[in-house]
């Protein structure tokens, strides 16, 4: 996974970047498909704002977090796109097999027309 990190009016240190890749760690082991991370962190007079977006197997997606402190904003991200990941997820499993066989319903036998 490749994380893209950009900052608009905020310096991105060190512990910043360290802490955004943990973070998106966690993302990594509930989906493997994940492509591509664009992190945009930015400070709006006194809201600390994270946005990403994230390139998927066949979709983008996208969230963002408005907090008064930018570690915050940034969990508030992650369990955003968690949610989303996991919801995305679930959407592309295969679901043919569930409906194959009821337990214990047979069908109905047609009834033999005279002939």
């Given at each position: 996974m490749q994380i893209?990190?950009?900052?608009?009016?905020?310096?991105?240190?060190?512990?910043l970047?360290?802490?955004v890749d943990t973070k998106f760690d966690r993302l990594a082991r509930h989906f493997d498909d994940v492509i591509n991370v664009h992190v945009i962190l930015s400070v709006e007079k006194l809201?600390?704002?994270a946005e990403a977006t994230i390139h998927v197997n066949?979709?983008?997606?996208f969230a963002d977090a408005v907090h008064e402190d930018m570690y915050a904003a940034i969990d508030?991200?992650?369990d955003k796109l968690?949610?989303?990941v996991i919801k995305y997820k679930e959407k592309r499993q295969s679901h043919r097999g569930n409906n194959?066989?009821?337990a214990?319903?047979?069908?109905?036998?047609?009834?033999?027309?005279?002939g």
């Open positions: 893209n990190l950009t900052g608009h009016h905020v310096d991105i240190t060190e512990p970047k360290d802490y809201r600390q704002k066949g979709a983008n997606v508030g991200l992650i968690d949610r989303q194959n066989a009821k214990g319903i047979e069908p109905p036998a047609d009834e033999e027309q005279p």
